[in-house]
């Protein structure tokens, strides 16, 4: 089956950079659409940034010009670059992609577990 998980989140001080991993493994034949959401406690949860198989980018308004998303499409990775990170960035961080685990099997759509990022004033 495949298998997201995320790694890189922690605590750090406002001002301050993290960058995230998504690794995809499993059973997969190929990956369209990867990307980023975010949930803090008692809020939607909300897209972050989105990475295409075909290289096109797009962020949150919140986040353009200080967050840098990027794909090593070879090893099934995501990753997103934080840099000027603030307390209202605070969140458990998941990874989304739409893949398909056979040639003839459907497209799905597959989460990671979270992974918390906490930025202190």
């Known amino acids: 089956q495949v298998q997201v998980v995320e790694s890189g989140g922690g605590l750090v001080q406002a001002g301050g950079s993290l960058r995230l991993s998504c690794a995809a493994s499993?059973?997969?034949?190929?990956?369209?659409?990867m990307g980023w959401h975010r949930q803090a406690p008692g809020k939607q949860r909300e897209l972050v940034a989105t990475?295409?198989?075909?290289?096109?980018?797009d962020y949150a308004d919140s986040v353009k010009g200080r967050f840098t998303i990027s794909r090593d499409n070879a090893k099934k990775t995501l990753y997103l670059q934080m840099n000027s990170l603030q307390p209202e960035d605070t969140a458990v961080y998941y990874c989304?992609?739409?893949?398909?685990?056979?040639?003839?099997?459907?497209?799905?759509?597959?989460w990671g577990q979270g992974t918390q990022v906490t930025v202190s004033s």
């Open positions: 499993g059973s997969i034949f190929s990956i369209n659409a």
């Open positions: 990475s295409t198989s075909a290289g096109r980018t």
């Open positions: 989304h992609t739409e893949a398909k685990p056979y040639i003839l099997g459907p497209w799905r759509d597959y």
